[in-house]
């Protein structure tokens, strides 16, 4: 019988750090932008990209983190699988 593998669960201070890391540097982008000397449709232009780049950025990241956790499901599937095979077989019966 395997182990179960054991599920990694981010701390709250590592989310703490994330979501102030976010806040920071999100921050200081909009900051940036808006004292830029450009003309206003300029500044629109990059803060427009900006919350583009954002959104992408955790599309992508959910994206990822569904494709690893239906990997982690399909393995554990064919996993039990093989060990419900292995367990019914019994290599001394006689067919």
């Not at 703490?16 to 206003?40: K, N, R, T, W």
């Not at 919350?51 to 239906?70: G, N, P």
Request: proline share 3%; net charge positive; glycine share 4%.
């Amino acid at each position: 019988m395997s182990t179960p593998s054991a599920q990694t669960k981010s701390t709250t201070a590592f989310l703490a750090q994330a979501m102030i890391a976010f806040g920071i540097s999100f921050s200081a982008l909009v900051i940036g932008i808006a004292y830029l000397p450009l003309d206003i449709w300029q500044r629109g232009f990059l803060l427009m990209a900006t919350l583009f780049l954002v959104s992408s950025c955790f599309t992508l990241a959910k994206v990822i983190r569904d494709q690893h956790e239906s990997s982690k499901v399909h393995h554990r599937i064919d996993e039990a699988r093989m060990e419900k095979l292995m367990a019914e077989h019994d290599p001394f019966k006689i067919n």
